[in-house]
């Protein structure tokens, strides 16, 4: 579960987020979208505790990332748009490495790493460093790092960017099977069809505000509305 509950931050003058209230339930997928400039990262960030709110609070599996940033950080994974790999390393040992960050016991750890291998098709490529990876395939061990401990909620920004028919179809696949096994997720991107495709609910961001929150069901009303794309919508209820 991820809560935000009249959340605000400023940079000095400039108010990036503006009094944003958002629930992502148990096995939810959320989609978050919005214009560049919106609000997007900058919510991600004070999600996951890298940025502090201003005002407000948020409630990640019900800890407050503020004051139990640790119990917060442990029940979740965060898989940024840009994947962070020590390229050293090979993709087993950055698994390893992460395994032993979240004190994951080794026997345990080693039986885990198989079985992501496994569903992310990575093993061909599991003993070369991490520099020598495909976008497709850092993206691949990026996201089996993140599900290492088995988070109980995922924050994933652009999960898609540079992807090849292949590794977008595992990433989609595990999503959304991540959802149906009851995790929630929160997903910024730019595509509107993969949130269309993807999400139980979908979020617009604007100006630092939330212009716009419904079901998958609803937006499909709401396209009818306009001449049925969902680009209409989103263009209208963006626009300044």
């Given at each position: 579960?991820?809560?935000?509950?009249?959340?605000?931050?400023?940079?000095g003058?400039?108010?990036?987020v503006?009094s944003l209230?958002l629930?992502?339930?148990?096995?939810e997928?959320f989609g978050?979208?919005?214009p560049?400039?919106?609000?997007k990262?900058?919510?991600?960030?004070?999600?996951?505790?890298l940025?502090?709110?201003?005002?407000?609070s948020i409630?990640?599996?019900?800890?407050d990332?503020?004051?139990?940033p640790?119990?917060a950080?442990?029940?979740?994974a965060?898989?940024?748009?840009?994947p962070?790999?020590y390229?050293?390393?090979?993709?087993?040992?950055?698994l390893y490495?992460?395994?032993?960050?979240?004190?994951i016991p080794?026997?345990?750890?080693?039986d885990?790493i198989?079985?992501l291998?496994?569903h992310?098709?990575?093993g061909?490529?599991?003993d070369?460093?991490?520099?020598?990876y495909s976008?497709?395939m850092?993206?691949r061990?990026t996201?089996?790092?993140?599900?290492?401990?088995?988070?109980?909620a995922?924050i994933?920004?652009?999960?898609?960017?540079g992807?090849?028919?292949?590794?977008?179809?595992?990433?989609?696949?595990?999503l959304?099977?991540?959802?149906?096994?009851?995790?929630?997720i929160?997903?910024?991107?730019?595509?509107l069809?993969?949130?269309e495709?993807l999400c139980?609910?979908?979020?617009?961001?604007?100006?630092g505000?939330l212009?716009?929150c419904?079901?998958?069901?609803?937006?499909?009303?709401?396209?009818?509305?306009?001449?049925?794309?969902?680009?209409?919508?989103?263009?209208e209820?963006?626009?300044?």
């Amino acid at each position: 579960m991820i809560r935000l509950e009249n959340v605000t931050k400023k940079f000095g003058g400039f108010t990036a987020v503006d009094s944003l209230s958002l629930t992502v339930p148990k096995g939810e997928f959320f989609g978050f979208l919005g214009p560049n400039g919106a609000g997007k990262t900058t919510t991600i960030k004070m999600i996951v505790g890298l940025f502090a709110p201003t005002s407000g609070s948020i409630l990640v599996n019900d800890y407050d990332i503020v004051k139990q940033p640790m119990e917060a950080k442990q029940s979740i994974a965060y898989v940024p748009d840009i994947p962070f790999l020590y390229e050293k390393l090979t993709g087993r040992e950055f698994l390893y490495f992460i395994g032993g960050l979240f004190k994951i016991p080794k026997s345990t750890l080693h039986d885990r790493i198989v079985e992501l291998i496994d569903h992310f098709e990575i093993g061909n490529w599991i003993d070369k460093r991490t520099e020598d990876y495909s976008q497709g395939m850092k993206q691949r061990i990026t996201i089996a790092a993140a599900l290492l401990h088995h988070p109980k909620a995922i924050i994933i920004d652009e999960p898609m960017i540079g992807l090849d028919p292949r590794s977008a179809k595992i990433v989609r696949n595990t999503l959304h099977m991540q959802s149906q096994n009851g995790i929630s997720i929160l997903m910024s991107t730019h595509s509107l069809p993969v949130a269309e495709e993807l999400c139980d609910r979908i979020g617009i961001i604007n100006n630092g505000k939330l212009v716009f929150c419904d079901t998958r069901e609803q937006l499909q009303l709401d396209k009818a509305r306009y001449d049925g794309k969902f680009e209409s919508v989103f263009l209208e209820v963006t626009k300044q």
